[in-house]
């Protein structure tokens, strides 16, 4: 061991060896190697960061790092010049509170009980300020629609605690998807609620308007509202085909229904299209509608019969740097060094926000370039075009085109499109060029909307005429795109 002792540099394996064997002795040395390696600075980790937000997030962004930092401040801060800058905020048509009613006092405990779980939420209550003022909502939800029909109704006050139970059980198409067996089974025993009373409920509930509401299927709604309908030549063969064969109807059988129903095509013509007036989603039109506002970040105009991208004024934010603060960060006094921290990055967020927008508008115009047919004639001419094609041409790399085309919008004569619609896949044809996909899509919309209804195109013969033009794409690629288009296939776009 006293070999092992007189090295520190000697290996394990070597002490193990004992006395006799001989010590390995690794002896420190010095090397020099040359290699490269990536170093992302925190300025331009925010460069690439602020490429790919949208217009959104980037004003959100903004908006954190000017409560952060009291040397960054807008050019705009006050005035009406502040909601340019402001991200645009997402509108719901939100429901008011609607009017109130008073249940009767004097029914016995089990009655009161109903009553109590079954008054709606829009209930007006009072309180130490006084009664409350509610407005009239422009439009009204479903359930608050159906509470107030509930009040106008002459039923009995158990009945009426049970329409309003079921009111609150159904969804937002109008649709009672649970079974009243499971309704009447989340009642106490002692309010001796069972399926058939919610029965009687649900026929009370299925006279409100709108007809159909509180259907348990789509066949069930189609009947409620033909028979809401009163006298109709088409009715009673309507209320047939809904009620028995809806499927046949559905699957455009209509050799089936003629011999089913003992219809003549005049007959079965007209019964369809009185089932195609009606709606299979009667509380859809009570939903809850969310709009969204967004604000293109290039504008596309023809100049002097050229195409020109523009960047929007309104989806860039002016910033500037305060210049009280920076010349406390000049000073080195009153704790400058931090402002001189903050300084810097106001300066580099404001350098990055202008190289991200100079970033977007070569990108779009590049584009604009590539696919000026597009803007002339539609879709139609649409040519293909791939990401490689514009980060050669700029000197970008791919990664970065695919960052400025995403969530980025260009407002044009022709729509509002995300910057990554102008790129597609390629089909060839048979002079030796290449077809978009976009163009191949627009074709199969226009193909389909000549059709003739009585005997519709099929995937095969779109394909077929498609090659006729030169465009040469298999059956399964017509029928991938059509299904990207949301278009029925040929035997349910059939009518009679």
């Known amino acids: 061991m006293t070999a092992c002792a007189g090295s520190i540099s000697a290996s394990i394996s070597a002490c193990n060896r004992g006395p006799t064997a001989a010590p390995f002795v690794m002896k420190p040395t010095l090397q020099f190697r040359l290699s490269q390696h990536l170093t992302l600075t925190p300025q331009l980790q925010q460069s690439i960061r602020l490429l790919q937000l949208s217009t959104v997030e980037l004003n959100q962004e903004i908006e954190r790092l000017l409560m952060e930092n009291p040397i960054l401040e807008r050019e705009d801060a006050e005035g009406d010049a502040q909601a340019a800058f402001a991200p645009p905020r997402d509108t719901t048509q939100s429901a008011g509170e609607a009017a109130t009613h008073a249940a009767d006092e004097s029914v016995e405990r089990r009655e009161d009980w109903l009553a109590e779980i079954a008054t ?18 422009d439009t009204p ?72 509401v509180g259907a348990r299927a789509p066949a069930e709604c189609l009947l409620l509202q033909l028979r809401a309908l009163g006298e109709h030549p088409a009715c009673a063969l309507a209320q047939e085909i809904a009620g028995k064969h809806l499927a046949l109807l559905a699957s455009r059988d209509y050799a089936r229904l003629r011999a089913v129903t003992g219809a003549t095509e005049e007959a079965l013509r007209a019964a369809q299209k009185l089932i195609q007036s009606l709606n299979p989603r009667p509380g859809a039109a009570f939903a809850r509608v969310e709009t969204r506002y967004m604000i293109p970040d290039v504008i596309v105009r023809k100049v002097k019969n050229v195409w020109r991208a523009s960047l929007n004024p309104e989806a860039m934010p002016r910033l500037r740097i305060n210049r009280l603060y920076a010349d406390l960060a000049g ?29 977007i508008l070569r990108v779009s115009q590049a584009i604009v370039d590539r696919q000026r047919h597009f803007f002339e004639h539609g879709e139609v001419a649409m040519r293909p075009m791939v990401l490689r094609e514009i980060a050669e041409t700029l000197g970008l790399h791919e990664s970065t085109i695919s960052r400025v085309t995403t969530q980025k919008f260009m407002a044009t004569p022709r729509g509002t499109f995300e910057l990554k619609y102008f790129f597609g896949s390629h089909v060839a044809t ?45 059956r399964r690629t017509i029928a991938k795109y059509r299904e990207s288009l949301q278009i029925p296939p040929v035997n349910q776009r059939k009518s009679l």
Not at 120 to 137: I, L, M, N, Y
Not at 338 to 356: C, F, G, Y
């Open 331 to 359: 000073s080195g006094r009153n704790g400058g060094n931090a402002l001189a921290s903050q300084l810097q990055e106001a300066r580099w967020l404001i350098k990055n926000v202008q190289q991200r927008f100079d970033t």
């Open 141 to 212: 939800t479903l359930r608050d629609h159906l509470n107030q029909q509930l009040t106008l109704t002459g039923i009995g006050e158990r009945d009426r605690a049970l329409v309003a139970v079921l009111i609150d059980a159904l969804d937002e198409d109008g649709y009672l998807t649970q079974p009243l067996e499971e309704i009447a089974a989340l009642f106490p025993p002692e309010a001796e609620v069972d399926a058939g009373e919610l029965g009687i409920a649900l026929k009370h509930l299925q006279n409100f308007e709108p007809a159909g």
């Open 120 to 137: 709606p939420s829009w209930r007006a209550e009072d309180d130490d300020e006084g009664d409350r003022s509610f407005s009239a909502p």
């Open 430 to 474: 048979d002079t030796g060029g290449a077809a978009s996909s976009t163009a191949i899509r627009a074709l199969i919309r226009q193909l389909v909307a000549a059709e003739d209804p009585r005997a519709p195109l099929s995937d095969a013969r779109i394909a077929e005429i498609l090659g006729q033009q030169g465009i040469v794409v298999a």
